[in-house]
């Protein structure tokens, strides 16, 4: 069960300073990229044609950067490459309803090992339509867990691996997203999505020392809920708490807040909290694009 593509609109990649359509955009073979994922990447929604909570992704850039000792190119050209990507879809195809922004920069042209080459980073910037999540999402936890002691923690890396066989095991199942616990046994988050629980009239998503990356949306999320007086709170809850949930959210840039209606088999009605949480979510991004 994939997330369909949407229309023939062919992304558009910003890559060294030129606007290609995507099939023309070429990197080097040995961009260390490519060889042992040595990168970091940033997706952002697009919204008629315009790019949501940019500066927060570019400061999770450089984060991600930072932690793996990567040089990151400066915000000024990281803009200019969104700015120049989203003009020529712009100028293709109009403004996007809905899109997706793909930021993503590697550590270069670069030796066969794990070793890196003095090579200037690679950037590339990739937009692109995006299709609306179906109205009915399901999700499965996947028994892998996510090593919340690792040295790169938190950075969102092009070392992608771990969560394509994870998804690739919830599509099986008839699932759009898998969830994972931590080495602890505690939830952790979805390949590619924070997750927030109703307990007990509370929601709970676990706090950054479980592994999850620190997500836009969730950290969006955190700070609305608590300004529109909802009971949340971050911290740790067991992986098997996702059974007894009243209410299962999913928060990513594609996605908002979403409700989960089934998860692993278990049909999930969804809460009352939980239809406020996307209902918050929704009326506070409503009010500007970069948060
Ligand atoms: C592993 C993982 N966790 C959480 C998220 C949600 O982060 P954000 O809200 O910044 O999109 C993502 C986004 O793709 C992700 O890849």
């Given at each position: 069960m994939t997330h369909a593509a949407p229309s023939p609109i062919v992304p558009k990649v910003w890559i060294a300073g030129d606007v290609l359509d995507a099939p023309r955009a070429?990197?080097?073979?040995?961009?260390?990229?490519?060889?042992?994922?040595?990168?970091?990447?940033?997706?952002?929604?697009v919204v008629q044609?315009?790019?949501?909570?940019?500066?927060?992704?570019?400061?999770?850039?450089?984060?991600?950067?930072?932690?793996?000792?990567?040089?990151?190119?400066?915000?000024?050209?990281?803009?200019r490459a969104v700015e120049e990507v989203r003009r020529a879809v712009l100028d293709d195809a109009g403004p996007l309803p809905l899109g997706r922004l793909r930021i993503t920069v590697t550590g270069g042209a670069g030796p066969l090992g794990s070793d890196r080459g003095a090579a200037e980073p690679t950037l590339v910037v990739a937009?692109?339509?995006?299709?609306?999540?179906?109205?009915?999402?399901?999700?499965?936890?996947v028994p892998w867990p996510r090593n919340e002691h690792s040295a790169i923690v938190?950075?969102?890396?092009?070392?992608?691996?771990?969560?394509?066989?994870?998804?690739?095991?919830?599509?099986?199942?008839?699932?759009?997203?898998?969830?994972?616990?931590?080495?602890?046994?505690?939830?952790?988050?979805?390949?590619?999505s924070n997750v927030v629980l109703d307990l007990d009239g509370e929601l709970v998503t676990p706090p950054l020392s479980s592994g999850c990356l620190a997500g836009i949306t969730r950290e969006l999320f955190l700070e609305w809920a608590a300004k529109d007086g909802l009971?949340?709170?971050?911290?740790?809850?067991?992986?098997?708490?996702?059974?007894?949930?009243?209410?299962?959210?999913?928060?990513?840039?594609?996605?908002n807040v979403q409700q989960?209606?089934?998860?692993?088999?278990?049909?999930?009605?969804?809460?009352?909290?939980?239809?406020?949480?996307?209902?918050?979510?929704?009326?506070?991004?409503?009010l500007g694009m970069d948060p």
């Open positions: 070429r990197v080097a073979a040995l961009d260390h990229g490519l060889t042992v994922g040595d990168g970091i990447f940033e997706t952002c929604k044609g315009e790019v949501f909570a940019l500066t927060r992704h570019l400061r999770r850039l450089a984060r991600s950067a930072a932690m793996l000792g990567l040089p990151c190119p400066d915000d000024a050209l990281v803009r937009l692109g339509p995006a299709a609306p999540w179906p109205a009915h999402i399901a999700a499965v936890t938190g950075a969102k890396t092009t070392s992608y691996a771990e969560n394509v066989v994870a998804l690739e095991r919830a599509h099986r199942e008839g699932a759009h997203e898998a969830v994972m616990p931590n080495t602890a046994g505690n939830l952790c988050e979805g390949t590619g009971p949340v709170a971050e911290r740790d809850v067991p992986i098997g708490d996702v059974a007894r949930a009243a209410d299962v959210l999913l928060a990513s840039s594609t996605r989960v209606q089934r998860m692993d088999g278990r049909a999930v009605l969804g809460s009352e909290l939980g239809r406020r949480a996307v209902e918050v979510f929704e009326r506070y991004a409503a």
